[in-house]
Antibody, heavy 116, light 106 residues
Framework: EAQLVESGGGLVQPGGSLRLSCAASGFTFSSYEMNWVRQAPGKGLEWVSYISSSGSTIYYADSVKGRFTISRDNAKNSLYLQMNSLRVEDTAVYYC?????????WGQGTLVTVSS | YDLTQPPSVSVSPGQTASITCSGDKLGNKYVSWYQQKPGQSPVLVIYQDKKRPSGIPERFSGSNSGNTATLTISGTQTMDEADYYCQAWDSSTLRVFGGGTKLTVL
């Protein structure tokens, strides 16, 4: 069965950087589009970024455009999110999720806390 | 692009729950629905407006027309108590979630 495991979350000061990783297993990672979705404490889901199976097409939510970079390494079955210039409002659980139009598998999430 | 959901819906066990999701010309987009229980990751329950993933009970169904998509849970069970999120997709919308609806079964 498909499995997604996020890592890399933690406490960072405003203006700092963090790199999230998502390790995929149980399916042919290189065949699937992937996304990052976040959820602030007590709030709803917010789509963050999308990457096509080859990595050639990338989209970002306006709230993170210019600060976050999504990437993937199909040889390592891994998805990444480089987060720079972090803001307090970026505090959230970050999920990686498989799929294009709909997301059929989700990881357990990794918590990012931006605070001084 | 905004999707609007009611913050909360209440239903008695065994009754039918309907959760709406509204957006401009939503019927022209693909809609998915996700269930999220406290402390857990979201689970896809409906995709492409009305399709059910493997393992999702038949009591979950969906529709989408005009400006409104609806998730219907027939014969609601206490285990269905959760937050539900709609999501719209098309080439211009990208991926946007509704604000979520807390379903209470009591």
């Amino acid at each position: 069965e498909a499995q997604l495991v996020e890592s890399g979350g933690g406490l960072v000061q405003p203006g700092g950087s963090l790199r999230l990783s998502c390790a995929a297993s149980g399916f042919t990672f290189s065949s699937y589009e992937m996304n990052w979705v976040r959820q602030a404490p007590g709030k709803g889901l917010e789509w963050v970024s999308y990457i096509s199976s080859s990595g050639s097409t990338i989209y970002y939510a306006d709230s993170v455009k210019g600060r976050f970079t999504i990437s993937r390494d199909n040889a390592k079955n891994s998805l990444y999110l480089q987060m720079n210039s972090l803001r307090v409002e970026d505090t959230a659980v970050y999920y990686c999720a498989r799929g294009g139009r709909e997301q059929d598998y989700w990881g357990q999430g990794t918590l990012v806390t931006v605070s001084s | 692009y905004d999707l609007t959901q009611p913050p909360s819906v209440s239903v008695s066990p065994g009754q039918t729950a309907s959760i709406t999701c509204s957006g401009d010309k939503l019927g022209n987009k693909y809609v998915s629905w996700y269930q999220q229980k406290p402390g857990q990751s979201p689970v896809l329950v409906i995709y492409q407006d009305k399709k059910r993933p493997s393992g999702i009970p038949e009591r979950f169904s969906g529709s989408n027309s005009g400006n409104t998509a609806t998730l219907t849970i027939s014969g609601t069970q206490t285990m269905d108590e959760a937050d539900y999120y709609c999501q719209a997709w098309d080439s211009s919308t990208l991926r946007v979630f509704g604000g979520g609806t807390k379903l209470t079964v009591l």
